[in-house]
């Protein structure tokens, strides 16, 4: 009769110590303080760095395409296939989709089973009794269990926000680093062009200056020169051979440069030759939009670096709550591998448990100064690469506008030592004139196809500058991860 009233005692002690120790825990969990807020860094804007918020600066999709060279098109199709270091770039991609992967599932139910089977000898003089003890027996165990660690204070959806982060970050890598071999290969083939160009200049003046000799001996011969001229005029031949060896030596170097930028052995272009009259200069913008900053992937990749380290603070700041995970199992164990699947071999039970952060406050406050360290060395890192950004096609829009306005001037000097070139040839021809004064003022001219040659190639590196610049026609991707697998 006195059973139910203990029973029931037992039971009002039982919620009574429950109550005592979810209220200790409560303010335990208080005085585990994460200390004095922090505040970030700010972000740069694009008002602040002088973007015009109603213009668009997009650059063509494929931009090589547009230079109307397909030559450059199949070199650069086959360097975004077959570079290693862009091979490199989407392994780590893929590495960090697969990090979040197993975050994401790291945070749903885990359930396992578990087969054992085990012959052991029991000590005679242990904690197990006769008539085990002192014996050998077979025991076995089929189990299942389930776990699951509810998310009630957010640390596991910062921590997969975090993971996704780095992953999307990594996404735009890839894609910055497409953008950044592009326009490599495209500076290399027009640096390559520059030096056939400058060589067929060096062959002409070589001519020259053969011509110049021959005239300087017959005049030297007729008593007209001295030796001084002779000497002179056969001392120019082998500096103009010089140039041309010392040219080739260079247009050899880069097409093995553009070999290996297009994964090929460095000896697979021997007789590639670009001409810079193939390539046809695009048209530039004026002036920059905001839109510039969500179209370099290099960009985005420092903005999702930043969400990454913002959800990594937040992530610390949910270690000062309770850690409750629930657990539960259901199986069968037995002491004899004969007796584990009758009925009175079944176990199960529940194991929930509560983790407080009690005395690790000070740790826990450490961890947490550590990533708003991260968070802010990610902001700072953001906004230097906008500010990188913003000068780079600033920069080259610039040089563009200067280099239109050289041109100008270049094409009256041409014009300018073209035409003292033609009245020499007319004086010479009428008999008014030596023809020194011919190979004179072809020189001039041959000086200013020098820099022509120079301001041409410049113009177009300078506009393969400014493609890279304004993503290389890149669009954001990164909010829905790929990789190659799927």
């Given at each position: 009769m006195n059973s139910l009233p203990s029973t029931r005692s037992a039971l009002l002690a039982h919620f009574a110590v429950s109550a005592l120790?979810?209220?200790?825990?409560?303010?335990?969990?208080?005085?585990?303080?994460?200390?004095?807020?922090?505040?970030?860094?700010?972000?740069?804007?694009?008002?602040?760095?002088g973007l015009n918020a109603g213009t668009e600066t997009v650059a063509p999709a494929q931009w090589w395409t547009t230079l109307g060279d397909a030559q450059l098109n199949t070199l650069i199709d086959q360097a975004l296939q077959g570079n290693p270091s862009l091979a490199v770039s989407r392994a780590r991609l893929e590495q960090a989709v697969a990090l979040s992967q197993v975050r994401e599932a790291a945070n749903g139910p885990q359930a396992t089973l578990g087969v054992d089977a085990?012959?052991?000898?029991?000590?005679?003089?242990?904690?197990v009794p006769a008539p085990v003890a002192g014996n050998t027996y077979n025991s076995g165990t089929v189990q299942a269990s389930l776990s699951w660690t509810p998310d009630f204070f957010g640390q596991h959806a910062a921590e997969l926000q975090a993971a996704l982060g780095q992953a999307r970050a990594a996404q735009a890598d890839a894609a910055a680093a497409a953008n950044t071999l592009a326009?490599?290969?495209?500076?290399?083939?027009?640096?390559?062009?520059?030096?056939?160009?400058?060589?067929d200049v060096a062959v002409r003046a070589l001519e020259q200056r053969e011509e110049q000799r021959k005239l300087t001996q017959e005049r030297t011969a007729a008593g007209l020169d001295s030796q001084v001229e002779l000497t002179q005029a056969q001392g120019a031949v082998p500096d103009a051979r010089t140039q041309i060896e010392a040219l080739e030596e260079q247009i050899t170097l880069g097409r093995r440069q553009l070999a290996v930028l297009t994964g090929q052995a460095p000896d697979a272009l021997p007789a590639l030759t670009p001409r810079l009259t193939t390539l046809q200069p695009t048209a530039v913008p004026d002036t920059l939009g905001a839109d510039l900053?969500?179209?370099?992937p290099d960009v985005v990749a420092a903005r999702w670096r930043v969400e990454a380290a913002t959800q990594g603070v937040n992530s610390a700041k949910s270690e000062f709550y309770p850690n409750i995970n629930i657990g539960a199992f259901v199986g069968l164990n037995a002491l004899g591998l004969d007796k584990v699947?009758?009925?009175?071999?079944?176990?199960?039970?529940?194991?929930?448990?509560?983790r407080l952060p009690?005395?690790?406050?000070?740790?826990?406050?450490?961890?947490?100064?550590?990533?708003?360290?991260?968070?802010?060395?990610?902001?700072?890192?953001?906004?230097?690469a906008v500010l990188d950004a913003v000068k780079e096609a600033g920069d080259a829009v610039a040089s563009i506008q200067s280099l239109?306005?050289?041109?100008?001037?270049?094409?009256?000097?041409?014009?300018?030592?073209?035409?003292?070139?033609?009245?020499?040839q007319d004086r010479y021809r009428a008999g008014l004139g030596n023809y020194l004064v011919v190979l004179s003022t072809e020189s001039q001219v041959l000086a200013q196809r020098r820099l022509a040659v120079d301001l041409r190639a410049r113009?177009?590196?300078?506009?393969?500058?400014?493609?890279?610049a304004l993503g290389g026609g890149w669009t954001d991707d990164t909010a829905v991860l790929r990789t190659a697998a799927k």
């Open positions: 120790a979810l209220a200790a825990a409560i303010f335990l969990v208080g005085c585990a303080s994460p200390g004095p807020s922090h505040t970030p860094l700010a972000q740069t804007t694009p008002a602040a760095l085990t012959r052991q000898r029991y000590t005679a003089n242990g904690l326009a490599q290969v495209g500076r290399s083939y027009v640096a390559l062009a520059r030096l056939v160009a400058q060589r900053l969500g179209r370099r699947f009758n009925g009175s071999s079944r176990q199960m039970g529940v194991t929930p448990a509560l009690i005395f690790d406050g000070g740790r826990l406050r450490a961890q947490l100064g550590g990533r708003q360290a991260e968070l802010d060395a990610a902001i700072a890192q953001y906004n230097g239109t306005r050289q041109q100008a001037l270049q094409d009256d000097a041409v014009a300018s030592a073209e035409k003292a070139y033609r009245f020499a113009q177009l590196d300078t506009r393969l500058v400014l493609m890279k």
